[in-house]
T-cell receptor, first 115, second 109 residues
């Protein structure tokens, strides 16, 4: 595997379900990001981890819970989501978080639908 | 507040030239990125500008004017595969990336 991978690619869940999104980067980067992308809206930064430590939480509801066990892996745990949480969730990594992190490398995303 | 403005959608003809504009109002400036995102795929890096002027990279060029809070992405010799969304993003004074909503470019034969 190369670059940034995400699983699953598609996820449909009910509002009472618990699921997790997984991201893995094979680039040796130190910073990892979760973004939410909704149609015709700017990318919304959700969380940033730098050297496994959370450095940003942009007022994300607690029904989204990130986990970063090491510099290569990032998870987003989902619980009691709302239909408005349906979106494309993108994971990205960069060498570090300085200067905007430099170039960010994105995974293909998880298309989430909440029923 | 911080704001990035780009046209929502543009249409151009195969073989032609198109310019996608981006204007920004941010708290500080530490560089500007352009990314390309094909439908259903991940955004991919195109260019980074931090100094004024034009950066050319093959068929794609990116221009920056910091005094005007303005950038553009110029695509030459358009090909059908250039149909995608183009995202403008600015690094602010806190080194956070502020993203525009993207410009959907439609290429017609």
């Amino acid at each position: 595997e190369t670059g940034v991978t995400q699983t699953p690619r598609h996820l449909v869940m009910g509002m009472t379900n618990k699921k997790s999104l997984k991201c893995e980067q094979h680039l040796g980067h130190n910073a990892m990001y979760w973004y939410k992308q909704s149609a015709k809206k700017p990318l919304e930064l959700m969380f940033v981890y730098n050297f496994k430590e959370q450095t940003e939480n942009n007022s994300v509801p607690s029904r989204f819970s990130p986990e970063c066990p090491n510099s290569s892996h990032l998870f987003l745990h989902l619980h009691t989501l709302q239909p408005e949480d349906s979106a494309l969730y993108l994971c990205a990594s960069s060498q570090d978080q300085g200067s905007g992190g430099g170039e960010q490398f994105f995974g293909p995303g998880t298309r989430l639908t909440v029923l | 507040g911080q704001n990035i403005d780009q046209p929502t959608e543009m249409t151009a003809t195969e073989g032609a030239i198109v310019q996608i504009n981006c204007t920004y109002q941010t708290s500080g400036f530490n560089g500007l990125f352009w990314y390309q995102q094909h439908a259903g795929e991940a955004p991919t890096f195109l260019s980074y500008n931090v100094l004024d002027g034009l950066e050319e990279k093959g068929r794609f060029s990116s221009f920056l004017s910091r005094s005007k809070g303005y950038s553009y992405l110029l695509l030459k010799e358009l090909q059908m595969k250039d149909s995608a969304s183009y995202l403008c993003a600015v690094v602010d004074s806190n080194y956070q990336l502020i993203w525009g909503a993207g410009t959907k470019l439609i290429i017609k034969p």
